[in-house]
């Protein structure tokens, strides 16, 4: 009776903890601070700075638990590696430049999303984790949806009206807004949503992939409806890939197109570099002539130009982040619209480096594991997207990095320790 008694409050535990969970990914989808009244928005940014807080607290309190010195390397190379390059670009870098300001909330608010993937992916079950991560996920989407049909027909959508201060004086915004951003940046948030469902559905459920289909379809056409091209494109590539992946893997039939975490990366880089030496030229404008667009991609053109003048004037540094307007002064936008150019703006070759560290400790182990042409996949289109459009501030792709490397390879021994000390609590 007592081992009935034991494995039920045991089960109810989980049940909270997956609860909370659950509520933790969701706190770090900010909405726009123009889409809900102020309270909302501020209560919305202060439970992920809880969140954040609760999820480092208990993080070093492991860490420096004396009952817990057999299990070996407590601090991991990947966990230090996303860390730093986050908190150097928002924090560090700015005391090697003038203008840049240290953000100290977009600091722990990197470090405790980090934290509590490090924490999941090593405590709970990784069916759990994955459940707990999609359900946040979708609900966040649903969220956005609901705005996006409120303010269908409305020009700037839920940023209707909004000024917005430039170089050159007040504009009233004509983009489609909505409750977390505007079209072309929301994928940034939903492909990454999109790969997770994708890899449940392949590892734990494979009935469940006519709602994952459904969840991809309805993206697409609100990316379609409301023309928004790169996020339109990109997402149709990995609608057709990721449904190309799940029927080979779940029919276990040879897949003709494998995805390399190393090729892909390497692959996105030459991209970026051939993107941003023609656009502006004749060959642009005539790609850009099939979509109804002109050669400048939208004026990216002077944007990329005057980036790549800025960062050769401070190129070991960078200029740290920025006032809003300094930086708009000096580039005519708020950000570069390329990954490869902001990383370098703002962090400098330093900043660079970090970053390619980061990626390199994510290199997965197991290489044979076919999910991993799903995350890979995710990887590419969404670094493909950043090379017209750049959201760093979002952290939504660092999940990807965690699942690639720690659900593509065997169960290690550090997570052993760690799901055996957990359950004996």
């Not at 909505?178 to 072309?184: A, I, L, S, V």
Request: charged share 15%; glycine share 6%.
């Amino acid at each position: 009776m007592f081992k009935i008694k034991y494995i039920r409050n045991y089960e109810i535990n989980l049940n909270i903890l997956k609860g909370l969970l659950t509520f933790a990914f969701l706190s770090f989808y900010l909405p726009n601070s123009e889409s809900v009244p102020g309270i909302i928005y501020t209560l919305w940014r202060y439970s992920a700075l809880a969140v954040a807080f609760a999820a480092i607290a208990y993080y070093l309190i492991y860490l420096f638990n004396d009952d817990l010195k057999k299990i070996p390397n407590k601090i991991n190379i990947r966990y230090v590696s996303a860390i730093l390059f986050y908190v150097y670009m928002y924090g560090i870098s700015s005391f090697f430049t003038s203008g840049g300001e240290f953000q100290s909330y977009k600091c722990v608010y990197f470090t405790g999303f980090i934290t509590l993937l490090e924490l999941s992916v090593h405590f709970l079950k990784q069916k759990d984790v994955i459940k707990t991560y999609l359900i946040a996920g979708v609900t966040a989407t649903f969220i956005y949806a609901v705005s996006f049909v409120m303010y269908f027909n409305v020009v700037g959508g839920m940023h209707h009206g909004l000024e917005k201060q430039l170089s050159y004086g007040y504009v009233t915004t004509d983009q489609n807004w909505y409750f977390f951003t505007y079209d072309n940046a929301s994928l940034f948030i939903f492909l990454p949503i999109a790969a997770v469902f994708v890899y449940y559905c392949v590892r734990f459920s494979k009935k469940s992939f006519k709602y994952c289909f459904l969840y991809e379809a309805f993206v697409l056409f609100m990316y379609i409806s409301k023309s928004a091209t790169s996020a339109e494109v990109i997402f149709a590539l990995f609608f057709v890939g990721s449904t190309y992946y799940f029927y080979k893997i779940t029919s276990r039939k040879k897949i003709r197109i494998n995805i390399e975490y190393k090729k892909a990366w390497i692959a996105v880089l030459i991209f970026h570099i051939v993107v941003l030496t023609i656009v502006g030229s004749d060959l642009a404008y005539q790609i850009a002539g099939y979509f109804g667009k002109n050669g400048s991609f939208t004026g990216r053109d002077v944007i990329w130009q005057r980036a790549i003048e800025y960062i050769s004037e401070s190129p070991v540094f960078g200029y740290g982040m920025e006032d809003v307007l300094y930086k708009t002064m000096k580039l005519v936008f708020p950000h570069c619209h390329n990954i490869l150019l902001e990383i370098l703006y703002d962090g400098g070759i330093i900043g660079f480096g970090l970053y390619v560290f980061f990626i390199i400790c994510f290199i997965p182990k197991n290489k044979k594991s076919l999910t991993n042409n799903i995350f890979n996949l995710c990887l590419m289109c969404y670094l493909i997207g950043q090379a017209f459009e750049t959201q760093l501030s979002f952290p939504y792709l660092i999940p990807i990095f965690y699942f690639n490397y720690y659900y593509s390879c065997k169960t290690n021994k550090l997570n052993l320790f760690f799901q055996s000390d957990i359950l004996s609590a």
